[in-house]
């Protein structure tokens, strides 16, 4: 697309642009060039050694895919294939995203960037490019790849709206919207076409909610017994973690991070100071500080001896508490 470039108001003369960056689509061939930005992509961003990094590898992980095809439609030209989308500042290639064009969707696979544009948010980048790739192209879909709810990495793909997962169970389409949010964080596994139907929860099943062939405590629906497993597994992943978020670190056993018995050794926890408004005092002179146990995460001295086992004795000293912000 042309975009007419603004004049300078003094002279009347076109300004040109510091920096020229440019978005094009290629068939998803080895080149020198590529490989280059490949290879230092796995060695700054995923800390691989050089002996794991291959020509032969990145030709079989990224350049062997589909073959390239056209097809028309709706009065327009449609690519279909496997295709690297190559994103360049001043001729230099910055950027690359894996894709395949499918009649129906853009499938994003992989992106590879070099770490001079590591700020620059290039997964957003690429994302918002490649959903204007489908949107100018024709396709129907944008498919961002799987959704790992327990992968940071992954979390950014729920921002982008509206935006649907797949059920694995009936293979349909459901929002990713705040309820399957919801229960992607309280288990392991959802079905929301089965969670639909029993009637469950977003939040934690409860370890009362126990059932029988045939019973429910909705009268309109019925229990099998895959129901039941279902129900079960999910109550369980609920008291597993239920108990995992109970847990303190000192029963953990974290590596690198203080015992109970040297934090008792080493530092004076009540001595530490605290700011409160305008005020520092001490977490000793605190109410209810005496109450509460090292051990028990719920207890601001539990939350404070689990701050000080993680920075040590010499940070402690040179700190102040700030729970303000």
């Known amino acids: 697309m042309s975009v007419q470039r603004p004049l300078d108001p003094h002279t009347q003369e076109t300004i040109e642009p510091e920096h020229r960056f ?7 061939r080895f080149t020198e060039e590529k490989y280059t930005l490949f290879s230092q992509y796995q060695k700054n961003v995923h800390k691989e050694p050089p002996s794991r990094i291959s ?41 690359l995203g894996v894709l395949d064009l499918l009649p129906d969707c853009v499938s994003s696979v992989y992106l590879i960037y ?39 990495k ?7 709206q509206p935006a649907y997962v797949l059920d694995p169970e009936t293979y349909t389409w459901d929002p990713l919207n705040a309820d399957i949010l919801q229960r992607l964080s309280a288990r ?37 017994d895959d129901d039941i497993d279902y129900i079960e597994q999910r109550r369980q992943e609920s008291e597993s973690r239920r108990r995992k978020q109970d847990n303190s670190i000192f029963e953990v056993g974290m590596p690198g991070v203080m015992t109970v018995e040297e934090l008792q050794r080493d530092i004076e926890l009540g001595k530490w100071d605290i700011k409160l408004a305008s005020l520092i005092v001490k977490l000793e002179d605190l109410s209810g500080w005496d109450k509460g146990a090292m051990t028990d995460p719920h207890t601001l001295k539990g939350i404070a001896a689990e701050l000080a086992a993680c920075i040590g004795p010499e940070m402690v000293k040179k700190t102040v508490i700030d729970w303000s912000q």
């Open 55 to 95: 020509k032969s590898g990145f030709k079989s992980f990224l350049c062997s895919g589909m073959g390239q095809a056209t097809q028309r439609g709706h009065g327009k030209e449609k690519k279909l294939g496997s295709y690297h989308q190559c994103y360049r500042r001043d001729g230099k290639l910055i950027a």
């Open 188 to 224: 392991v596994y959802v079905s929301m076409s089965r969670e639909r139907r029993l009637g469950l929860p977003p939040t934690s099943i409860s370890a009362s909610m126990r059932v029988s062939p045939g019973g429910s405590s909705n009268p309109e629906v019925s229990y099998n």
């Open 154 to 160: 992954m979390r950014y793909k729920s921002a982008y």
């Open 114 to 152: 070099d770490e001079e544009v590591s700020d620059w948010n290039f997964g957003k980048i690429s994302a918002l490019r490649e959903a204007a790739l489908a949107l100018e192209g024709g396709y129907q879909y944008y498919y961002m790849g799987f959704y790992i709810h327990n992968c940071i």
């Open 22 to 28: 440019e978005v094009t689509i290629e068939a998803d």
